[in-house]
């Protein structure tokens, strides 16, 4: 507040308009209670710099992490429960501290800091249903390079953290949220694909991500769908994140199947999905079966909630264009239940079938977990493995060679056994 300002405001004031002969002593202590305050405002307004955090930035987590990080002696942490339920029905939890809501104060850059984390009881963000938060700063001084700092000093802590790693985001109401600590990267020769196979899902993505300007140029929106089929365990999910990693993405999962999803949500969750992602939906064939008997299950719980309806997944899938390369990744082991519709071209523009084990592939398995072999044993472990059981999987194979982790010949010998 600029002093003439002060000055008016204190002409304004009822006390001082009554003048100073006529107020008695009550008044006096009111007075400079009064001049307190307003000196208080003016030293905040001109001598302290404050930056608020709303917890819809994108910022807030990072700087959660790193008043976590800065606030050590904090005795008072709240915890960030992550819980993710697989199609498989297994689940994932983490346990996440970071400061609780109220006061922290932080050394940092030779000034106090102080730090103060609300939470309105009143107000919920009706996007994520989650309560409004934000976190506050303040720093003595009128230099805003400080809080320049820490938002950067923030966001290095949280790329570091992801260097080298995938992040992994699910949807949290209309909002990507991200799941968990990000995960090691899995390196693409992990994943043992039919010869070739993987190159060339590679080489397109690649040539899609390279070229916008084709897009562009032809007034085709900028995006490119994948289907992956076929039996389970042969590495479809696992390739996937693998490419992710390979890109340098992050992988958006999506479960169509869950029962809050809406035609609106889904439309809007595509079109926010954070930059440089692969959205993932698993188990397309499932999403729309299940929804049939969603009726009979629960007829309450969500009478009046939208549900995603097979048109509104097509219209979501269509609009999903932006200057950003949008890739879709889709995966199914029953391609034959799927709507042709679905998988058009422009919906799908790449079908690939992820088949069990051949010949090359157990050879290369063999190989990759027994280094010291010489190859022809990945040949002999190839044939009988073909000769005992034509259609294994992948996970079954690796579930094999666990068994016999350091007996090479044991898992030649005992492959009849590997189970089916
Ligand atoms: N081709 C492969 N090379 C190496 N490991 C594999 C391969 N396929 C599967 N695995 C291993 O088997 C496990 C299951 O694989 P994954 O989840 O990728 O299968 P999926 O094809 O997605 O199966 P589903 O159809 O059931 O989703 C993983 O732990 C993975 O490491
Ligand atoms: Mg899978």
């Excluded at 006529?22 to 202590?29: D, F, N, R, W």
């Excluded at 071209?345 to 790449?350: A, F, W």
């Amino acid at each position: 507040m600029p002093l003439s300002d002060f000055v008016d405001a204190l002409k304004d004031n009822p006390y001082f308009g009554a003048g100073f002969g006529l107020v008695g002593v009550g008044s006096a202590i009111a007075l400079a209670r009064k001049s307190a305050q307003f000196g208080m405002i003016f030293f905040r307004r001109n001598y302290m710099i404050t930056l608020e955090v709303p917890s819809r930035d994108k910022s807030y987590h990072w700087l959660l992490s790193w008043i976590t990080k800065h606030a050590k002696h904090t005795q008072h942490l709240s915890v960030e429960t992550s819980y993710m339920q697989h199609e498989s029905g297994r689940v994932h939890t983490q346990f996440d501290f970071h400061p609780s809501p109220g006061n922290h104060i932080i050394w940092y850059g030779r000034k106090w800091i102080r730090v103060e984390r609300t939470r309105e009881k009143q107000m919920v963000d009706l996007h994520t249903g989650t309560p409004w938060e934000s976190v506050t700063f303040t720093a003595m001084g009128r230099n805003r390079d400080v809080f320049f700092n820490i938002l950067q000093e923030a966001r290095e802590l949280a790329l570091k953290q992801e260097e080298g790693r995938t992040v992994m985001y699910t949807a949290l109401g209309s909002e990507w949220r991200p799941f968990g600590f990000p995960r090691r990267r899995r390196p693409l020769s992990s994943v043992v694909l039919e010869q070739g196979l993987a190159d060339r899902i590679v080489d397109d993505v690649k040539e899609f991500i390279g070229n916008p300007k084709w897009y562009t140029d032809r007034g085709i929106p900028y995006r490119r769908g994948y289907l992956l089929y076929g039996p389970p365990g042969c590495g479809k999910s696992s390739f996937i994140t693998a490419l992710a990693g390979e890109l340098g993405y992050s992988i958006c999962l999506m479960s169509l199947s869950d029962r809050s999803l809406s035609d609106d949500r889904l439309n809007h969750l595509l079109s926010v999905a954070p930059q440089q992602s692969i959205i993932l939906l698993e188990d397309v064939d499932a999403a729309f079966v299940s929804r049939e008997l969603l009726p009979i299950e629960s007829p309450l719980a969500y009478q009046g909630m939208g549900r995603l309806t097979f048109s509104g997944l097509l219209n979501a899938l269509d609009g999903v264009a932006s200057s950003e390369a949008r890739i879709v990744f889709m995966t199914t082991n029953f391609i034959d239940r799927l709507d042709p519709a679905l998988i058009r071209p422009g919906r799908v523009d790449l079908k690939q079938y992820v088949g069990h084990c051949t010949h090359w592939q157990l050879t290369q398995m063999f190989r990759r977990f027994y280094p010291a072999e010489p190859a022809t044993e990945g040949d002999r472990f190839a044939e009988s493995a073909l000769a005992a059981h034509p259609n294994i999987s992948a996970a079954q194979v690796q579930g094999h060679f666990m068994l016999f982790k350091m007996d090479p010949t044991g898992s030649i010998d005992n492959v009849a056994k590997m189970k089916e």
